[in-house]
């Protein structure tokens, strides 16, 4: 009974999380970029550390036309890579801008990654005033001077990616594989849409709550059945 009421504390636990991982993706539906997380939790214990891993579903989202030359999409197995505090990191999240400096940067600041290293205008793209122009493949011009290209990278193991903030993921030991230009398609002047579906993600929270009051009406009903065991036993 005991262990019975063990379980079913911890079913509870998992549906608690498995809310707050619903809620969250519902949340983040105008998030650029952003990749739902299954409500789904494997509960782990390496070396007595218990922490819960998320599965991050990387389907495409729907790409939205923006009509800014900086707001950039990926096709395919791609990720854009930027520099962060933590290191090297990539993002679906492709809408950029030129910093101070003349650096192409994510939104929060970081500079976007290029095959020459961080991908940097500096006063050609003002002084000129020429279009910028970015390729299918990353390719980045200024008029007819190729400044750049973006670097494309894919992981080999997804469920490997620890999420950062706005859309961002990392590998621990940065082990990113450079893309084959084959693999993935660069959007000028889109942006990827948040692949989060708001009917399904209802749904998944409508079914979690009723599991979630399954749950604790089993427990309650073994915390009595444990109180008429404890009072038969005084008697006897």
Excluded: C
């Excluded at 999380?17 to 998030?31: D, G, H, K, S």
């Amino acid at each position: 009974m005991v262990k019975g009421l063990y379980y079913a504390a911890k079913s509870l636990q998992d549906k608690i999380r498995n809310i707050q991982i619903v809620a969250n993706n519902l949340a983040n539906i105008n998030t650029t970029g952003f990749k739902r997380e299954i409500p789904f939790a494997e509960y782990l214990d390496r070396a007595e550390n218990k922490a819960y891993k998320q599965i991050t579903d990387f389907t495409e989202g729907s790409l939205v036309e923006t009509g800014n030359p900086f707001d950039l999409a990926i096709s395919g197995k791609g990720f854009f890579l930027v520099k962060t505090g933590r290191g090297l990191e990539i993002t679906k999240n492709g809408r950029f801008k030129i910093d101070e400096e003349g650096f192409l940067t994510t939104e929060d600041g970081y500079r976007v990654q290029g095959k020459n290293g961080e991908i940097s205008f500096l006063e050609n793209i003002f002084e000129k005033n020429k279009p910028v122009t970015i390729a299918k493949d990353g390719t980045i011009k200024v008029g007819e001077e190729i400044v750049n290209q973006l670097k494309i990278v894919e992981v080999e193991d997804t469920n490997k990616l620890t999420r950062t903030e706005n859309g961002k993921y990392y590998l621990e030991n940065e082990d990113y594989i450079k893309s084959p230009e084959r693999n993935y398609t660069i959007h000028q002047g889109y942006l990827e849409e948040s692949n989060t579906n708001p009917i399904l993600e209802m749904q998944a929270m409508i079914k979690l709550e009723k599991d979630y009051e399954a749950s604790q009406k089993m427990i309650a009903s073994l915390d009595q059945m444990m109180g008429h065991a404890k009072e038969i036993g005084r008697v006897s």
